[in-house]
């Protein structure tokens, strides 16, 4: 198994058990709530009669399915693209007990080829995904194709992962982290700046997040800086 693939494994590991042993939007993991800024950013589009949204790495819908319970009423669609089948099969099921199954389309795709048009969206959003494209090369080309996909004054929402460390919580050892482009804070911010030339910056802020994770029935103490990224297409 490359690299790439073990990281990949784990990850599908550790959603598969978060999204197994946790409901959406019940209390006790990061599923509980959508995330403010993307519901936020989402509602500066409010005038818009129809809207068309693109979720990368929707998972199970923590952020999508209230997406669509803001569009009952006005036309469009919430496309969710999930590398796991199993997330995609949950957001099906939960979209339908939250009344918006007719909003959601769930597409399985590993967001580093999926095709996503030229001027197609009125809003994407990309939480804590971006980072888990194959290599830098792959992010630059996915940054382009978001930024091509969006309408004129779309809103892209943007939440990556720079920095990020493993820590052993028992012996305090330095691990390799698992994941795909582990880049520099300001780098990635860098990154999203060429990507986002000539947009309007509305919001870009670094939030130093840890918690506890498991690896191989392993306690560890995974740390980051994430960078949150909400622009509009000029």
């Not at 992010?139 to 460390?165: F, H, M, P, Q, Y």
């Not at 390799?176 to 802020?205: D, F, H």
Request: proline residues 2%; negative net charge.
């Amino acid at each position: 198994m490359d690299h790439i693939q073990r990281i990949r494994e784990e990850e599908k590991r550790y959603h598969e058990s978060c999204y197994e042993n946790y409901r959406l939007f019940e209390e006790g993991s990061w599923l509980h709530k959508p995330v403010k800024t993307v519901i936020d950013s989402f509602c500066m589009l409010s005038q818009n009669e129809k809207i068309k949204v693109l979720d990368l790495g929707s998972g199970v819908g923590r952020n999508s399915i209230p997406i669509a319970q803001n569009m009952v009423d006005r036309e469009g669609d919430v496309v969710c693209v999930d590398i796991l089948e199993s997330a995609l099969q949950k957001l099906k099921q939960y979209s339908k007990q939250y009344g918006v199954e007719n909003k959601i389309k769930a597409i399985q795709s590993d967001i580093g080829t999926y095709s996503m048009g030229t001027n197609e969206y009125d809003f994407i959003v990309a939480v804590s995904c971006l980072e888990h494209v194959d290599s830098e090369q792959t992010l630059d080309n996915v940054l382009s194709r978001i930024e091509a996909a969006t309408k004129g004054n779309g809103i892209n929402c943007l939440i990556v992962n720079s920095e990020l460390e493993e820590i052993d919580m028992q012996t305090n050892e330095n691990l390799n982290p698992l994941i795909e482009v582990n880049l520099s804070t300001t780098e990635m911010l860098n990154k999203l700046q060429q990507a986002y030339y000539g947009w309007k910056l509305l919001q870009s802020t670094i939030k130093p997040l840890s918690f506890q994770i498991n690896r191989d029935n392993k306690a560890v103490l995974l740390k980051t800086n994430a960078v949150t990224y909400v622009v509009q297409k000029q």
